[in-house]
C-alpha cells in the first residue's frame, strides 16, 4: 500500500525564539527507514540511502523501489550501514555515483567507499561496483564512521572520517585515517599535491576531527565548509585548509559524556578554531550551501538553521522546522533549487522545505 | 545500623574520588603522549573539575553496584566470617568492574568512561571497588585490633 502521498503540509515555524522562521514542507516520500542522504536525478526522482542497508529509488510521483546493489562487506548496525550516495560531477555523461558505507564485521570495521554506475532507467541497478577506498586501520565497535563526501573543483573526493569513539586519539595521528577528512581521486588515488604524501596515509588532507557529519564545497568562496559532533558540547564549523589540525581531542569545547574533561584546552597553538562552536550540542548532521548562507540540520536539536556570512563569521540568521519534532538527518539543495531534508526514524521522511521570508 | 549507612556513603565517597582522580590522570596522560604539555595548575583545575563533574557521575554508579556487591559479600562472610574483610574487598572490586560491563553494554558508546579503554585503566578503576570494600567493612565491622587502636588510652 502506497504509504505517502504527496501533499502539502504548511508548517509554520513560529516559536516563541527570536530567531524562529517560517518554512513551508512538502512530504515527498515518507516510511524510509532512517534515510541518510539523498540525491536528486537529473531524469527526475531521487536516490535515498537507508542506514539499514537500502537504496531506495523515489520517483518524482513519490513511488519508492529499492535498487539492487552488491555490497558483500556491509555492516549495519547501531551508527553502522549505508550512508552517502553523491552523483559524479559528470553523472549524465558518466553515470556514475559513490557511495560510502561501513564494511567489515563487528569486530573489525570501518568506512568505505565504491564506485558504481546506475542504470539507465527504472527499474534502477547498480553496475561495475568498485572500492576506492576503504578507511584503515579496521576498528572494533559501531560508532563514529563520518561518512559524508563532496566533490572538489579538480574532481577530487573528499571523503570525512569519525575517530570510531574509542579510538579518539588517533585522530591526532598521520599513520591512520581516524579522525580525518581524506582526498582521493576518482580511481581512488591518493593525489600527489595532498598534505601528507610521505606517511602511511597519503589520503589525509586535514586531521583532529571527531565525527564528520557535514562536509561541502563553497565553489563561489572556493572553501570547503565541514561541521562535526563534539562530544558533550562542542560541536563545530570549520573551514578545512589542507594540512590541518582541528584539534580532536587535545583542543575541544565540549566534555566527555561522563562529565570529565577530554581536554582542558579549548585552543593549543597550531590548531584552526572553530568558526562556529555549538555548546550545548545539536549534533549538526547535514551540511548544504544555499544563497550564499549554510543550511544546518540537527539530530538532537531537532531544527534547520540559516547561518550567514557576516564580516567573516558565521552568525545565525534563522531556525525552522522546530514544530516537526524530528531529528534531522541531513539537508541538500539539489540541482534543481530544491532544499530537501530527511528526517532521521524508522518511518522517516524526505521532505522539500521553502522559506517563507 | 546508623553505622551501616555512614559506612556505605563512606565508601562512596572514597572511591568516588579515587577514581576521579585515576581517570583524570589517565585522560591527562592520553594527551602528554600527543606531546600536550600539561602544567600543574592546569592539571590541578581539571581534577577539580572533574571531582565536581565526574565524581557524581561515578558515585552513581558506584551506589546500585556497591549495595548489591555488599550484600553479596554479607552472606558469604556469613558462611565464612574469618574471609569477611576479603570479601567485601574483592565484592567490591569484582562488582565494579561487571557494572563497567554492564554499562558499556547498554550505553550507546563502545565504553562510556574514557580510563577504561585500557586494561591497565580497567582495572584501576574497577579496584576503587575494593578500595570501596574496604572502606566499608573497615568503618562497619572494625576487626578487633583496628577497634582498640580507636579507644581512648
Same mark, same amino acid.
Given at each position: 500500500m502506497k504509504q505517502f502521498i504527496i501533499s502539502l503540509c504548511l508548517v509554520l515555524s513560529t516559536t516563541s525564539a527570536a530567531l524562529a522562521g517560517t518554512a513551508r514542507t512538502e512530504i515527498?516520500?515518507? *516510511? #524510509? *527507514? &532512517?534515510p541518510w542522504s539523498v540525491a536528486e536525478l537529473p531524469e527526475g526522482g531521487f536516490l535515498v540511502t537507508e542506514r539499514s542497508g537500502q537504496l531506495v529509488f523515489v520517483s518524482a510521483t513519490g513511488d519508492k523501489h529499492f535498487i539492487e546493489f552488491d555490497l558483500p562487506d556491509l555492516y549495519a548496525t547501531a551508527q553502522a550501514g549505508l550512508f552517502e550516495v553523491l552523483l559524479a560531477p559528470d553523472f549524465i555523461t558518466s553515470r556514475e555515483l559513490v557511495l560510502s558505507y561501513s564494511c567489515g564485521t563487528e569486530s573489525a570495521n570501518n568506512t568505505c567507499v565504491v564506485r558504481a554506475k546506475l542504470s539507465l532507467q527504472p527499474p534502477y541497478s547498480l553496475l561495475d561496483t568498485q572500492n576506492i577506498f576503504t578507511a584503515l586501520p !579496521? !576498528? $572494533? +565497535?559501531?560508532? %563514529?564512521? @563520518?561518512?559524508r563526501m563532496t566533490w572538489l573543483a579538480d574532481g577530487t573526493l573528499l571523503i570525512a572520517l569519525g575517530d +570510531? &569513539?574509542?579510538?579518539? $586519539?588517533?585522530?591526532? !595521528?598521520?599513520?591512520? %585515517?581516524?579522525g580525518k577528512i581524506v582526498r582521493i581521486t576518482r580511481d581512488g588515488e591518493a593525489p600527489e599535491d595532498n598534505p601528507f604524501t610521505h606517511s602511511k596515509a597519503p589520503e589525509i588532507f586535514s586531521y583532529g576531527h571527531r565525527n564528520v557529519q557535514g562536509l561541502i564545497y563553497d565553489a563561489a568562496r572556493d572553501a570547503i565548509w565541514q561541521h562535526e559532533h563534539g562530544p558533550k558540547g562542542g560541536d563545530e564549523l570549520n573551514k578545512i585548509v589542507k @594540512? +590541518? *589540525?582541528? @584539534?580532536?581531542p587535545i583542543a575541544t569545547f565540549g566534555i566527555d559524556y561522563? @562529565?570529565?574533561?577530554?581536554?582542558? &584546552?579549548r585552543d593549543l597553538p597550531g590548531v584552526k578554531p572553530p568558526l562556529y562552536q555549538w555548546t550545548p550540542s545539536l549534533a549538526p548532521a547535514g551540511l548544504a550551501l544555499y544563497e550564499g548562507d549554510l543550511l544546518v540540520t540537527h539530530l538532537a536539536g531537532k531544527r534547520l538553521q540559516r547561518l550567514c556570512l557576516v564580516d567573516e563569521q558565521w552568525q545565525l540568521e534563522g531556525e525552522y522546522?522546530?514544530? #516537526?519534532?524530528a531529528r534531522l538527518r541531513a539537508v541538500y539543495v539539489a540541482p534543481s533549487g530544491r532544499i530537501l531534508v530527511l528526517t532521521d526514524s524508522a518511518e522517516g521522511q524526505l521532505l522539500q522545505v521553502s522559506f517563507e521570508d | 545500623m546508623v553505622r551501616m549507612f555512614i559506612a556505605f556513603l563512606c565508601a562512596v565517597i572514597g572511591a568516588a574520588l579515587v577514581g576521579t582522580v585515576i581517570q583524570t590522570q589517565f585522560n591527562l596522560a592520553e594527551l602528554t603522549a600527543l606531546s600536550v604539555d600539561i602544567d600543574m595548575s592546569t592539571r590541578m583545575a581539571t581534577i577539580l573539575h572533574d571531582l565536581l563533574h565526574f565524581g557524581p557521575v561515578f558515585a552513581l554508579i558506584l551506589t546500585p553496584t556497591l549495595l548489591i556487591a555488599f550484600i553479596v559479600a554479607r552472606v558469604l562472610s556469613h558462611f565464612m566470617p574469618r574471609l569477611e574483610r576479603a570479601w567485601f574487598v574483592v565484592g567490591g572490586g569484582v562488582g565494579l568492574a561487571c557494572a563497567f560491563m554492564v554499562v558499556d553494554s547498554l550505553a550507546p558508546m563502545p565504553t562510556l568512561i574514557a580510563a577504561n579503554r585500557t586494561l591497565l585503566g580497567f582495572l584501576l578503576m574497577s579496584a576503587t571497588g575494593a578500595f570501596a570494600g574496604w572502606i566499608f567493612d573497615r568503618l562497619w565491622h572494625p576487626q578487633p585490633q583496628e577497634l582498640a587502636e580507636e579507644l581512648p588510652q
Open positions: 515527498l516520500a515518507d *516510511n #524510509l *527507514n &532512517f !579496521k !576498528k $572494533e +565497535g559501531a560508532a %563514529h564512521y @563520518g561518512a +570510531g &569513539f574509542v579510538y579518539r $586519539e588517533q585522530a591526532q !595521528k598521520i599513520d591512520n %585515517h581516524l @594540512g +590541518g *589540525n582541528y @584539534g580532536w561522563t @562529565g570529565a574533561k577530554v581536554s582542558p &584546552f522546522l522546530q514544530d #516537526l519534532n | -
